[in-house]
């Protein structure tokens, strides 16, 4: 049952990219949807792509892993989505429309000299690409996780696979309308999943209170503080750090272009509210879900096979492939994206025209066949992974987005300058030693990024 459930999903994936082709005239369409995106699909598909196999599998299995302060994620990550929804949203859709920008590097160049313009181009596409094969790579190593873990007479290799190919094929039919169409669908997936699957967990725990008492009978005082951290120091630079993922939101590319595709700026408070209740629910419930399966299941091999584990154990066949399907879902949200933004980036940022649908979709089936190959070959957490990729793009782009949007025009050498550093200096700290929260990763890079943006801020634009 649970395998017939899958694949009843995979088709309707399927089916909504065939449909979604005859949409797909022009490299505008393939990419922006023709500016045509309402405030529910883009809310939905925005909130989906952002959230990924983290957000259910990751989110989940660090609570297991953290206990109660894990709490803080809640508050850190929907603080992301107020940042995008109440200052980049609105002022995007009407920004993107007057430069006529389709990607966000091509937004971030526009009113640069040519030289310069074509420098961060280059800069921002190759950023796009670096970052996006290790996210994708990481989706598709979900995906063969979440296909292996629901039905065991399938190998986890041959899940990968299967999962990469649906999420190729329905991309390279129907562009940015399969991608957001699919995306709402799979975030109404994740809701529910993230609606039922905890509630079951707390009462098959017995309740909040007898939750308590689980994690206190576990015997490890760690799991019941609200930060886990020695001393006062510590635990602020921990919780800061955890904000700082928030931060990361404005320099997501695959969720920027949701706002440069809704049609009006009239329908971003609508699409706002959605999108912040949806995040809210979810995050809750996957917190809350992996403090129910570290009482349920203190001994699981894969911390982050929770939710899986949970609802194989909890719920009957049918429901359990939903919930399956819930987490192919977040997965698929946010690879389908994110194949089509790096597709952009060479289609669009790194050739000069003609722009080509062909080109577009050739570079979906390359991406993704480089990210199969990297989930194969260089293991690592989910959460570890997605992180890491996250906060080079949020560092490397976020900055400029927000100063750009919210002061005015930022002299061409500084733009170029917050790029390479927020970048740059992401990836050098990462491969220092962690503190608490990985604060220094998430937050010194972008907020010098931030300075030198501000630096070279001018209300009006000169060169």
């Known amino acids: 049952m649970v395998l017939v459930t899958l694949i009843a999903y995979l088709v309707v994936l399927l089916a909504i990219g065939i449909w979604a082709r005859q949409r797909v005239d022009t490299s505008a369409d393939f ?10 699909v883009a809310a939905l598909s925005a909130s989906a792509s952002s959230s990924s196999a983290w957000s259910l599998l990751g989110m989940s299995g660090a609570a297991w892993l953290w206990g109660v302060q894990a709490a803080w994620l809640i508050p850190a ?7 995008n929804w109440f200052l980049v949203a609105p002022r995007m859709q009407q920004a993107s429309r007057a430069n006529d920008s389709l990607t966000l590097v091509e937004f971030l160049a526009d009113g640069c000299p040519e030289t310069m313009r074509r420098a961060i181009r280059v800069l921002g596409a190759l950023l796009i690409l670096f970052c996006f094969t290790f996210y994708v790579a990481a989706q598709f190593e979900a995906a063969g996780t979440a296909i292996g873990e629901a039905t065991p ?29 699919t995306d709402a669908l799979q975030g109404v997936m994740m809701l529910v999943v993230a609606v039922i699957l905890p509630i079951v967990a707390l009462v098959a725990v017995g309740g909040p209170v007898a ?8 015997g490890d005082p760690g799991l019941l503080r609200i930060v886990d951290q020695p001393g006062l120091i510590m635990a602020m630079v921990f919780v800061a750090g955890l904000f700082g993922i928030g931060l990361g939101y404005p320099g997501q590319p695959h969720v920027v272009n949701r706002f440069m595709a809704m049609r009006s700026r009239d329908e971003v408070g609508r699409a706002r509210a959605v999108a912040l209740g949806w995040a809210t629910i979810l995050y ?23 939710l899986l584990a949970l609802s194989t154990d909890l719920l009957p066949a049918v429901i359990g492939g939903i919930i399956t399907g819930g987490v192919l879902a977040a997965i698929m949200s946010t690879s389908d994206s994110q194949l089509l933004v790096a597709s952009g980036s060479v289609s669009h940022d790194l050739r000069r025209g003609p722009f080509s649908v062909m080109i577009d979709r050739l570079v979906v089936v390359a991406v993704g066949i480089a990210a199969v190959t990297l989930a194969f070959f260089v293991p690592d957490t989910i959460f570890e992974r997605v992180l890491f990729a996250w906060q080079v793009l949020g560092n490397g782009f976020g900055p400029l987005v927000l100063v ?9 050498a500084f733009r170029l300058a917050a790029i390479l550093l927020g970048s740059l200096l992401t990836i050098a700290i990462g491969f220092l030693p962690d503190v608490p929260g990985d604060a220094a990763e998430r937050l010194i890079p972008f907020f010098l990024g931030l300075a030198i943006c501000l630096i070279g801020a001018r209300r009006e634009a000169r060169a």
């Open 404 to 412: 750009m949007l919210l002061v005015g025009y930022v002299l061409p």
């Open 153 to 181: 007479q399938i190998a986890g290799n041959t899940a990968l696979i299967v999962g990469a190919i649906v999420v190729v094929a329905y991309v390279v039919l129907g562009g940015f309308w399969a991608a957001s169409v």
């Open 77 to 83: 990550v929907v603080s992301g989505f107020a940042i």
């Open 211 to 218: 939750l308590w008492s689980g994690l206190q009978a576990l």
């Open 31 to 40: 990419h922006l949807a023709g500016r045509r995106l309402g405030p529910v």
């Open 284 to 306: 809750i419930g996957m917190v809350t879900l992996g403090l129910c399966g570290r009482v349920l299941m203190p001994e699981i091999d894969d911390h982050e096979a929770i």
